[in-house]
């Protein structure tokens, strides 16, 4: 019985954070090389990106990319899962004025796909 608990109490701190599909295009950076890459899908507190760039678990990269046209998101992120070409990662390092427009982002597309509008 407490075994199911715990998996359910698991599942309920995945689902903590909304994530959001989106497509847009971005760079990442390490060191000094920048490559491209595409942001596939948010939350507040992460990103899935696609990339050329190889990368391993717990590899820091500077992450950049234009949210909407006013407010581009530049953060640090760790990289949590690599499926190449795909990888999950999870912010380290965010200005509060940029987790504020991810959050504002994010809450805004919630309302809208919950009142169907």
């Known amino acids: 019985m407490q075994e199911g608990r715990k998996v359910g109490h698991a599942m309920n701190q995945k689902r903590e954070f909304f994530r959001v599909a989106i497509e847009r295009t971005g760079q990442i950076a390490r060191g000094g090389e920048a490559v491209p890459c595409e942001v596939l899908d948010l939350t507040e507190k992460g990103f899935q ?6 990368v391993a678990m ?3 990269l500077e992450l950049e990319f234009p949210l909407t046209k006013e407010a581009p998101i ?3 992120v760790e990289v ?3 499926a190449s070409p795909q990888l999950g990662a999870r912010i380290t ?7 504020h427009c991810l959050s504002q982002f994010i809450e805004q597309l919630n ?6 509008f």
């Open 49 to 54: 990106l696609h990339t050329d760039l190889p």
């Open 58 to 60: 717990g590899d820091l």
């Open 74 to 76: 530049q953060c640090t």
């Open 80 to 82: 949590t899962y690599v």
């Open 93 to 99: 390092r965010i200005s509060p004025e940029h987790q």
């Open 111 to 116: 309302v809208l796909n919950l009142t169907g």
